[in-house]
């Protein structure tokens, strides 16, 4: 299962860099995994579905099918993003997209950096990201995300919203407490994502995804971003 004395972090990467792709955050990926290999750490990379994953749920959503299906197709999106950056990072990841906690672990025990996408129906790869942390050991998700931390409201719609720089997983609840969970419509983490970071104590950093190195000053100590206590 690979040597889980050493530390490990997961990041989750919302599929908005992805999808569409660019050299130029790839190439600065492959630095922050570097950097983060430097400071002794193991990754795990989670990839979202991005605009190509909601452009396809919308069209099917317009035709009829039913949520279950929806969820194949966004979860089809995010594994061929995950293909992409798997295959650009070479040597340090594994060649082969995990379609679950099993095909995980094999490619743990590699040494090299698995990339997955979406897991299974009803899941988010926000979920998807805490369940590999807690498969491989790690007591930390960084998500790289849209915004740069958590609000007390939406800052869009409220100018009075403030950033907090923690908060609870207790007290986040209430926050995203009015969330879709349709497909395609999964906001900030969604309710299975908040269980399992609550029942393995993972803790969750979001920070602007737009520089991924942002994992790395996370590591470092800086304070960046909101960071979720469970």
Request: glycine share 8%; charged share 20%.
């Amino acid at each position: 299962m690979g040597d889980r004395k050493m530390p490990s972090i997961v990041l989750k990467i919302t599929g908005h860099y992805v999808s569409p792709p660019t050299p130029e955050y790839i190439q600065r990926l492959a630095e922050t995994l570097d950097a983060l290999a430097e400071r002794g750490y193991r990754v795990a990379i989670v990839a979202g579905g991005g605009e190509t994953a909601r452009n396809y749920i919308a069209t099917l959503r317009k035709h009829g099918a039913p949520e279950g299906l929806l969820d194949e197709i966004g979860i089809e999106a995010a594994r061929l993003n995950a293909l992409l950056l798997a295959y650009a990072l070479l040597p340090r990841t594994y060649p082969k997209v995990p379609h679950n906690t099993r095909e995980l672990l094999q490619a743990w025990t590699t040494g090299l950096v698995p990339v997955m996408g979406g897991f299974q129906p009803g899941q988010s790869t926000n979920a998807v990201s805490l369940l590999v942390a807690e498969a491989v050991g790690s007591d930390l998700v960084v998500n790289l995300s849209r915004v740069n931390g958590v609000y007390t409201g939406d800052p869009k719609k409220d100018p009075k919203a403030k950033k907090l720089d923690t908060i609870s997983l207790s007290e986040l609840r209430v926050i995203l407490a009015s969330q879709e969970v349709k497909a395609g419509t999964y906001q900030l983490l969604d309710r299975l994502a908040m269980d399992i970071a609550e029942r393995s104590k993972i803790r969750i950093a979001f920070v602007h995804g737009s520089d991924p190195y942002n994992a790395v000053k996370v590591i470092d100590g800086e304070k960046i971003g909101t960071m979720v206590y469970p």
